[in-house]
């Protein structure tokens, strides 16, 4: 064993010791939610109308489009880990009855690119982008505009107030897969 590979456990046990005493609360959970996001099956997802792809957690599903009466703008996909929500008359999803442990991502996309639409910079987190008022009181929403280089976008997000850390901790990985044309 080299003599760095000593000091790498011996700071591992100090912070399992640490841990278990209440000392280092922050040490389980971001072990916690590198456990989740590494024991889980990722699947890519590329949009034909828009050419925007994204990383999902297998468990979960991708629809090419919401179950909504939207004309403009287009939809490019909806990533969600529940049940799909029933259809809606409204231009948004209907997430009435949609699981409030559950994550809701829409990305919608223009024809072109709209000069008041900033260019788009990698996400890491959901905390990136501006929240928002949501239609549904157990849910939290977020959004945001941006471009690519080859149409403009917006995202819309819906966040379940019974989500699991490591629902988000996905969502956030999720998030920082999503590549724009």
Request: charged content about 15%.
């Amino acid at each position: 064993m080299t003599p760095a590979q000593g000091a790498g456990r011996k700071t591992l046990a100090r912070r399992a010791v640490l841990l278990s005493s209440g000392l280092l609360p922050t040490a389980g959970m971001i072990s916690g939610m590198r456990r989740a996001a590494a024991a889980t099956e990722w699947v890519n997802y590329a949009s034909p109308d828009s050419g925007a792809s994204i990383r999902y957690p297998a468990s979960w599903a991708v629809d090419a489009r919401a179950n909504v009466n939207l004309l403009y703008p287009h939809q490019s996909l909806a990533v969600r880990s529940a049940a799909a929500p029933s259809r809606s008359a409204e231009d948004f999803p209907d997430l009435s009855s949609y699981s409030t442990r559950g994550v809701y991502l829409w990305l919608l996309h223009y024809d072109g690119l709209h000069q008041d639409c900033p260019p788009f910079h990698a996400l890491t987190s959901h905390t990136q982008l501006k929240e928002q008022v949501s239609e549904f009181g157990t849910f939290s929403r977020y959004g945001a505009l941006f471009s690519g280089s080859q149409r403009s976008f917006i995202v819309r997000l819906w966040i379940g107030r019974a989500v699991s850390q490591d629902s988000t901790s996905l969502l956030d990985k999720c998030l920082s897969s999503l590549s724009l044309p």
